[in-house]
């Protein structure tokens, strides 16, 4: 008996000593977790501290959207997929550090509500709905449209039944890797790139000058064009690929893809259609109001298509194709009929300034480029018979009576396939890139010459762009099967002095791919 007895005493110190211990770590794990929560709240209360004071409108929620895109990264990294031919294949390690660094640059950059006090929630949920934006800690040096962009980085889980699609932009650096990729509802056309100006955008108001130019340097606005026809443009942040703002068209007008800043930054310019009429149209918007439609002018032709302007800063140049089309299936009506012509006018009051018509009536005037000097450069798309030969790359300088074509050799301009897709002009070194995706190849030109300097072959490229760095002459092209080229232009003196030759035999276009799991689309915009 007296042993049971010391055995059940036995077990009761134990069970006391066990409910103790128990308390022991439970009170351990609570203070550590405590510490932890303030610690952590600590130290984001301090970096928020100082973020406010050279980002006055960071808000606290950055620290939540942070660790969500951690975690949603660190998620797609746990999926393996095979890695295209000569792509390292990332560890999970690396993967992990890439969603820190994505983490911690959105804590800081992303997600700065552009929505008025009154915005419609209904509104801005749609926009969280259909954009996902994926980003890395680099500057941006190009923006370009994605037909088709890898499912594992795209899909979403949509609760409202919305199917995912592959259309977005992304943004490119120096080293031509993806930079933020956000996905779009639609397949976009242009992007458009709001100037850096210095200064205040708005005039008017009395802010402190020194921090929106700093403010305005690092936040300009990408906007994003539809493919035509489309009723909606996009507002994106261009450090960070997150979606503003979406414009809705007015009433009985659609968009042609394809939009143009004012010199200071304050007026967007579109082109539309008046969907009644099938008259072209160029809508107005104030880049300093969300955008709001100030104004319309008349295009002074059917079907304005690519719009830019011109050095002055007091005039649009305005590409009218001359293509009536039949709305839903894009199918031309008018063909025998159509007036393509190049149109200069006053962005202010919406004159007609000036109105040039090339030599054959459907010499679509499509895609323009502007010089420095004000030469607009004219990428023209033939609508004729297949065997009719006509230049399909053009300048014009106001005043001229007549478009002037550049050189072909020996005038085989069939080589180019009727189609022009993409103008790109680099004024400093006096060269132009043209890139057609049917014809499979880009050419670069000589201003000066106005000679072919060579033509490379590329499958489907279309976007064009000057390279980021001015001391380097040349261009950078995209094209539909993932790839960013490079084509690097030796200048005649620089190659003649090298290989000792004489200059009409010495440029050299070096040409370097980088290939990515993706199809670039129609544009390509350096910032």
């Given at each position: ?171 490119i650096d120096a080293n031509r890797q993806i930079v933020w990729q956000a996905t779009m509802p639609e397949r976009v056309h242009d992007i458009v790139v709001q100037p850096s100006v210095d200064g205040v955008l708005d005039t008017d108001t009395q802010y ?320």
């Open positions: 008996m007296r042993k049971r007895n010391d055995d059940t005493h036995n077990r009761a110190l134990l069970s006391k000593d066990s409910n103790q211990s128990r308390r022991e770590r439970l009170t351990s794990a609570v203070m550590t977790t405590l510490a932890s929560v303030t610690g952590t709240a600590a130290l984001v209360a301090v970096h928020h501290h100082y973020r406010k004071r050279r980002q006055p409108d960071a808000s606290l929620q950055d620290y939540v959207i942070g660790v969500r895109a951690q975690w949603q990264t660190w998620q797609l990294s746990s999926s393996s997929e095979p890695q295209p031919s000569g792509q390292p294949k990332w560890s999970k390690l690396a993967r992990f550090c890439h969603a820190c660094q994505q983490a911690a640059v959105t804590w800081q950059r992303a997600y700065r509500q552009p929505y008025p006090d009154n915005a419609d929630n209904n509104t801005i949920s749609d926009l969280a709905a259909v954009h996902t934006t994926t980003m890395m800690a680099r500057p941006v040096c190009w923006v370009s449209g994605v037909a088709s962009m890898p499912k594992n980085l795209t899909a979403t889980d949509h609760s409202d039944g919305q199917s995912d699609n592959d259309f977005g932009v992304v943004g402190d000058m020194q921090y929106n130019k700093n403010n305005h340097h690092a936040h300009r606005d990408v906007v994003v064009m539809g493919r035509r026809p489309s009723e909606k443009f996009w507002v994106l942040d261009t450090a960070t690929g997150q979606v503003k703002t979406a414009i809705q068209a007015a009433n009985h007008r659609h968009f042609y893809g394809h939009a143009c800043y004012s010199l200071d930054a304050q007026r967007l310019y579109v082109t539309e259609n008046d969907t009644v009429s099938l008259d072209g149209k160029i809508g107005v918007y104030d880049a300093t109001d969300d955008y709001q439609k100030i104004a319309e002018f008349d295009a002074f032709g059917i079907g304005p298509h690519e719009l830019v302007m011109h050095p002055d800063g007091d005039t649009l140049v305005i590409a009218n194709g001359g293509i009536k089309t039949e709305r839903a299936s894009r199918e031309e009506l008018n063909l025998d009929s159509m007036r393509p012509s190049l149109v200069y006018l006053n962005r202010h009051t919406g004159a007609l300034l000036e109105q040039v018509v090339p030599a054959h009536n459907q010499m679509s005037v499509r895609h323009l480029a502007m010089h420095n000097d004000g030469r607009v450069m004219i990428g023209i798309q033939f609508q004729g018979d297949k065997h009719i030969n006509v230049p399909l790359v053009l300048t014009h300088q106001r005043g001229d009576a007549d478009f002037e074509p550049l050189t072909m050799p020996n005038d085989e301009w069939q080589r180019f396939h009727q189609y022009i897709a993409s103008v790109a002009v680099d004024s400093v070194h006096d060269l132009l890139c043209v890139t057609t995706p049917i014809g499979g190849c880009a050419a670069i030109y000589d201003l000066n010459t106005r000679q072919l300097i060579d033509d490379v072959s590329l499958p489907d490229c279309a976007g064009a762009s000057v390279l980021a760095d001015e001391k380097k002459a040349g261009f950078i092209v995209s094209d539909g099967q993932g790839r960013l080229t490079t084509l690097e232009v030796k200048t005649a003196s620089t190659a003649a002095s090298a290989a000792n030759t004489s200059l009409d035999a010495a440029w050299q276009v070096k040409s370097d791919s980088k290939w990515h799991k993706m199809s670039f689309d129609n544009h390509l915009q350096a910032l």
